[in-house]
C-alpha cells in the first residue's frame, strides 16, 4: 500500500498570501495525484488531478505540480472562502489511498 | 451534469450487514469508475472500493472480507453491503465517480451511518 504524507497538519495563513500545502508518497505515484478540497460539512471537491490539471470550474489561484514522490498544492492568494480541509491521493495502484490532511486556516 | 445520491438506514447493529445505494443521474453507470468511500467522524478519507465496466470491482484489503459493491444498470444504480459491522464502521459515506482515470470529480453529498445497538 502507498503512504501518503501531507505536511502541515494546520496551515494559516491571512487573506492575499500564498498558501503552500505539501503531499509525499511512499513510492513513485508518477503523476497519478489528485487534490481535494473539503469545506466543514460538505463532500469533497476535486481540484487538481494527474498532479497538475486542473478540474474544471475550480479558480485559477489553486495549481499543482511535482511528480514522482513529492507534490505540492498552491493557493496563490488566499480567499476566505478557502477555509477547508485538503485532501491529496494517489490513483497509481491499489488500493487507493489518501494523504491524512491540511487544515487551511484564515488569519 | 452528472449527480449522485446515497440513500439506505443511517442506523446498524452491530454484526448486522450495512447497505447503501447510490443513484445516479445525468449519467450512464456503464461507463467511468464508481466508488464508495468512507469518512469516520473528524477523520479522514478512506477509499473502500469501486465497480467499472459493468461489474469489475477493486477493493480495499482493509475492508475487503466484508465488502460487495455491485450496480444495477437497469436502475443506473450501484450499491455497498458492508458486514459484521462494528461502531469502527460509523462515518459518512460517499458514493462517487471519476471520469479522469481515478480522480473523483462527481460526490454524493454523503450519508451518515452509526453503528450502535
Known amino acids: 500500500e502507498i503512504v501518503m504524507t501531507q505536511s502541515p497538519a494546520t496551515l494559516s495563513v491571512s487573506p492575499g498570501e500564498r498558501a503552500t500545502l505539501s503531499c509525499r508518497a511512499s513510492q513513485s505515484i508518477s503523476s497519478n495525484l489528485a487534490w481535494y478540497q473539503q469545506k466543514p460539512g460538505q463532500a469533497p471537491r476535486l481540484l487538481i488531478y494527474a498532479a497538475s490539471t486542473r478540474a474544471t470550474g475550480n479558480p485559477v489561484r489553486f495549481s499543482g505540480s511535482g511528480s514522482g514522490t513529492e507534490f505540492t498544492l498552491t493557493i496563490s492568494s488566499l480567499q476566505s472562502e478557502d477555509l477547508a480541509v485538503y485532501y491529496c491521493?494517489?490513483?497509481?495502484?491499489?488500493?487507493?489511498?489518501f494523504g491524512g490532511g491540511t487544515k487551511v486556516e484564515i488569519k | 451534469q452528472v449527480q449522485l445520491q446515497e440513500s439506505g438506514p443511517g442506523l446498524v447493529k452491530p454484526s448486522e450487514t450495512l447497505s447503501l445505494i447510490c443513484t445516479v443521474s445525468?449519467?450512464?453507470?456503464?461507463?467511468?469508475?464508481w466508488s464508495w468511500f468512507r469518512q469516520p467522524p473528524g477523520k479522514g478519507l478512506e477509499w473502500i472500493g469501486n465497480?467499472?465496466?459493468?461489474?469489475?470491482?477493486n477493493y480495499n484489503p482493509s475492508t475487503k472480507t466484508r465488502v460487495t459493491i455491485s450496480m444495477d444498470t437497469s436502475k443506473n444504480q450501484f450499491s455497498l453491503k458492508l458486514s459484521s459491522v462494528t461502531a469502527a464502521d460509523t462515518a459518512v459515506y460517499y458514493c462517487?465517480?471519476?471520469?479522469?482515470?481515478?480522480?473523483?470529480?462527481?460526490w454524493g453529498q454523503g450519508t451518515l451511518v452509526t453503528v450502535s445497538s
Open positions: 491521493q494517489q490513483y497509481s495502484s491499489w488500493p487507493l489511498t
Open positions: 465497480i467499472y465496466n459493468s461489474g469489475t470491482t
Open positions: 462517487a465517480a471519476a471520469t479522469n482515470w481515478l480522480a473523483f470529480d462527481y
Open positions: 445525468g449519467g450512464s453507470i456503464s461507463s467511468n469508475f
